[in-house]
């Protein structure tokens, strides 16, 4: 599976932040209930590498990958984990290098131009906008889709139910990335039905039928 077709799996990609890898099954199995099953666990905590296992052991039917993957041990420990593909903030040579050697989707994150076409001087044309509503968000991707018209983007930073169907219905816009389908408070409280609902809401904007 190339970085295109994972993105068009469904509209939303989930960043997930756990502390706790144990509740990482029921959380995973909440949002493919929902209809989400590309699950994005960030490396920002000590669990994450332990939560990526338990998701690719014992929910299947999900995709999981690693997010905040920032250099190549980086890489190779999510690798290593079972990660399924990988996302990260930005793009430098070693990383790139280390991504174009592996078999998994990597999408690196650009904010500029000049970055989106570094990016796709590397090898990666489907590239995360980070932070998106930061850097411009969508006006940003409406300037970029003439002149770099072969691109296509998942935004991430800033995103949430309120602006996800805008940016979606972009056209070098794939899917969007955002955590707010799993907010601390209700994984907290372990309310997985919640996070179902969200996942189902999430699961059902619209988006153009992306082209490659």
Known sequence: MDSFTLLTLGPVVPVIVLTDAGV??????ALVAGGIK?????????AALAA???LREEVPDAIVGAGTVRNRAHLEAALEAGAQFAVSPG???ELAAAARGT???FIPGVATPSEAMRAE???????KLFPAESVGGIKLLQAMASPLPELRFCPTGGIHAGNAGAYL???NVLAVGGSWLTPEPLIAARDWAAITR???EAAALRRNEPHA
């Open 24 to 29: 990482a099954p029921e959380l995973g199995a």
């Open 38 to 46: 590309v699950l994005e666990v960030t490396l920002r905590t000590k």
């Open 52 to 54: 990526i296992r338990r």
């Open 91 to 93: 793009l430098t040579p």
């Open 103 to 105: 078999r998994v989707p």
């Open 121 to 127: 001087d590397e090898g990666f044309s489907v590239q």
């Open 169 to 171: 219905a972009l056209p």
């Open 198 to 200: 969200l996942a189902a």
